[in-house]
């Protein structure tokens, strides 16, 4: 088993900046990937960021070039920078990971574990 354990949220002007933690514990070795899903009220969980444990790293197109994806693997922590926000980046956001091999990086149901989330709130 894996646990997540986000933090770094909080609420920002648009143009700020904030950076997200994910701490990994438990199977840690067993991971494949790590990623970033949010979701903002009455949408759907969509897709951020992955990175990969050969560092291979995906953005969801409304945030490359804003935000970057990184990892510490001897703390067994991912990063999410986020830099200029706009308030449609509005959300909860989770961490979320895979023990198996999979080449799709954006679907959620190819994750198996999660965060709790931790709000962004990004005003005008």
């Known amino acids: 088993q894996v646990q997540l354990v986000e933090s770094g949220g909080g609420l920002v002007q648009a143009g700020g900046s904030l950076r997200l933690s994910c701490a990994a514990s438990?199977?840690?070795?067993?991971?494949?990937?790590m990623g970033w899903f949010r979701q903002a009220p009455g949408k759907e969980r969509e897709f951020v960021a992955a990175?990969?444990?050969?560092?291979?790293?995906n953005y969801t197109d409304s945030v490359k070039g804003r935000f970057t994806v990184s990892r510490d693997n001897a703390k067994n922590t991912v990063y999410l920078q986020m830099n200029s926000l706009r308030p449609e980046d509005t959300a909860v956001y989770y961490c979320a990971a895979r023990d198996y091999y999979s080449g799709n990086f954006e679907a959620p149901w190819e994750y198996n574990y999660w965060g709790q989330g931790t709000q962004v709130t990004v005003s005008s």
């Open positions: 438990g199977r840690t070795f067993s991971l494949y990937v």
């Open positions: 990175i990969s444990w050969s560092s291979s790293i």
